[in-house]
């Protein structure tokens, strides 16, 4: 038990020393946000990150809860994507000491990167494509739900069956994810709304940063959300039927797509380790850097 407990804790550990890493090297000066931001921000990634960590703790820790069903790991982060987002969302409660002119127009691109947006919808049509394929491929269960798989075996009509991300699980996951993409983009309208502050150019840096928080969250959440896809139809994969016919002994059959499990698996383990690093990372930008002013500003100011 100790054993399967470190290994599903691995990419846990590994996202995390991943975005200390990002954190400490790749990121550019991060500015000072202010206390309430600071910690709307160090919630907005930290508390979703914890969430999922409590989910795959839980059933070694206290048994009795027992694991989480498909539904639940594939809906709960798109659910968590949507309270980061919600919460990077809130604009910071600065006072303004009077009015500030700025003739530049503030639109979403002022503040957004475009490679948020490509990312989240090319995240957003990966999952799309692979849910559709999976539900189509699903079959009505003995309740009546589309969460089965089969493959025929030999000529008899024998068949074998396993579970299959299908619809029964994916439609509301679907609409986890439309609302996900819904909120995200409100948030990234709402940016440009607010009136500069006294300091323009620290105001500016502040909606950047929340700007690519908000893709971070709701990249995080898509990413893992596919993990929880990937690693479903990684077990679909490995089923394995066999018969005996009297014309080639025993014959072995799988599904069309068994040669992809390992690296569907291993796909959706990266795809997790990547979600839970950019939400690790959301948490960790709550902490300013410490900027240096150039060398002519601080003369001219003195």
């Keep these: 038990m100790l054993t399967i407990l470190l290994l599903a804790s691995a990419p846990i550990a590994v996202a995390a020393i991943v975005a200390i890493g990002i954190r400490l090297i790749n990121l550019p000066p991060l500015p000072r946000l202010g206390a309430p931001t600071s910690w709307l921000t160090a919630a907005a990634g930290g508390l979703p990150a914890l969430a999922l960590a409590a989910m795959?703790?839980?059933?070694?820790?206290?048994?009795?809860?027992?694991?989480?069903d498909l539904d639940v790991r594939a809906l709960a982060p798109l659910?968590?994507?949507?309270?980061?987002?919600?919460?990077?969302?809130?604009?910071?409660?600065?006072?303004?000491?009077?009015?500030?002119?700025?003739?530049?127009r503030r639109t979403i691109m002022s503040f957004v990167s475009a490679r948020w947006i490509i990312m989240t919808l090319a995240v957003a049509a990966i999952v799309a494509i692979l849910t559709v394929a999976a539900g189509t491929a699903s079959e009505l269960d003995d309740q009546g739900r589309y969460t089965t798989y089969t493959i025929s075996i030999g000529t008899t009509g024998t068949e074998m069956g396993?579970?299959?991300?299908?619809?029964?699980y994916s439609l509301p996951a679907l609409a986890g994810l439309v609302a996900l993409l819904l909120v995200t983009a409100t948030a990234w309208a709402l940016l440009p709304r607010p009136a500069w502050s006294?300091?323009?150019?620290?105001?500016a840096t502040v909606r950047r940063l929340r700007a690519a928080n908000?893709?971070?969250?709701?990249?995080?959440?898509?990413?893992?959300?596919?993990?929880?896809?990937?690693q479903s139809l990684a077990s679909t994969a490995s089923l394995l039927g066999s018969t005996t016919t009297t014309e080639l002994g025993a014959v072995s059959v799988?599904?069309?797509f068994a040669a992809l499990g390992p690296?569907?698996?291993?796909s959706g383990t990266l795809a997790l380790v990547a979600g839970l690093t950019m939400w690790i990372v959301i948490a960790l930008t709550a902490i300013p850097s410490t900027v240096r002013q150039p060398t002519s500003v601080v003369a001219s100011a003195s």
């Design 79 to 104: 659910l968590f994507g949507i309270g980061a987002v919600i919460l990077l969302a809130i604009p910071p409660m600065s006072p303004r000491r009077g009015a500030v002119a700025q003739i530049s």
């Design 56 to 68: 795959v703790w839980f059933p070694f820790v206290l048994p009795p809860i027992g694991f989480f």
């Design 162 to 168: 396993t579970g299959i991300y299908g619809w029964h």
């Design 214 to 230: 908000i893709g971070r969250a709701a990249c995080g959440a898509l990413l893992i959300h596919l993990s929880v896809v990937l």
């Design 198 to 203: 006294t300091d323009i150019a620290h105001d």
């Design 263 to 266: 690296t569907l698996y291993w």
């Design 254 to 256: 799988t599904p069309p």
